[in-house]
Each structure stands twice: as structure tokens, then as C-alpha cells.
């Protein structure tokens, strides 16, 4: 019904930076809160940031300040830019969106993932 495919992950150097980018497509009717989460290996997924359809923003405390995150409604588009990237910040991200189908479907979507790698 609504799919995600994200975009842009890959390996950087301590300091750097990546843009993730997820675009959602399918029966969409709208999308209100997106956001982006990751997880690392044995690790829980958590909470990176999040934005909602009025651009009102949610950021975890380890990356304040880091990252950024921004939406496009037209082209349901979500972009997370990140910098300063710490090896920590090593996992793979995934794309969430709290969207409504055509069929007026509540739907709770999750991208594939796309790695991100940050050297030491």
C-alpha cells in the first residue's frame, strides 16, 4: 500500500558527513509524523529524530546538534543530514512514517534499512 526506500547511507570517516534520504510512494493519502531510527548491532532500535507534517522536530540527545532532519510534503520526502559523524554513530538507519492510505488505512510503515558506517 505505502512503501519507503531509503537512500544514501555508506561509509565516512570520523568528523564527516552522510544525507539519508527516504521517499514514500504507494496509495497515499497522507503521511503525517516521519522519522528516522537506527540500530546497531545487539543493540535496540531507537529513536534518531522525527518531524511531523507541521515541521515540528524531535531529536534523541546524542544527536543534538549533529543532525538534521527535514521534510518535503509535496514529494513525501523525508532528508536526514548528519555531521560530525561519531563511530558510534555506526548502525543501520531505518525511515518510519505514520501514514493514512487512500482506502483510509492507518498504517505504521518501515523502510529496508541502509547501513551507515563511520571509521575511526
Known amino acids: 500500500q505505502v512503501q519507503l526506500v531509503e537512500s544514501g547511507g555508506g561509509l565516512v570517516q570520523a568528523g564527516g558527513s552522510l544525507r539519508l534520504s527516504c521517499a514514500a510512494s504507494?496509495?497515499?493519502?497522507?503521511?503525517?509524523?516521519m522519522g528516522w531510527y537506527r540500530q546497531a548491532p545487539g543493540k535496540q532500535r531507537e529513536l534518531v529524530a522525527r518531524?511531523?507534517?507541521?515541521?515540528?522536530?524531535t531529536y534523541a540527545d546524542f544527536v543534538k546538534g549533529r543532525f538534521t532532519i527535514s521534510r518535503d510534503n509535496v514529494k513525501n520526502t523525508v532528508i536526514l543530514q548528519m555531521s560530525s559523524l561519531k563511530p558510534e554513530d555506526t548502525a543501520v538507519y531505518f525511515c518510519?512514517?505514520?501514514?493514512?492510505?487512500?482506502?483510509?488505512?492507518?498504517?505504521?510503515?518501515w523502510g529496508q534499512g541502509t547501513l551507515v558506517t563511520v571509521s575511526s
Open positions: 518510519n512514517a505514520d501514514a493514512i492510505s487512500t482506502a483510509r488505512s492507518y498504517l505504521d510503515v
Open positions: 504507494g496509495s497515499i493519502f497522507s503521511i503525517n509524523t
Open positions: 518531524i511531523t507534517r507541521s515541521s515540528s522536530t
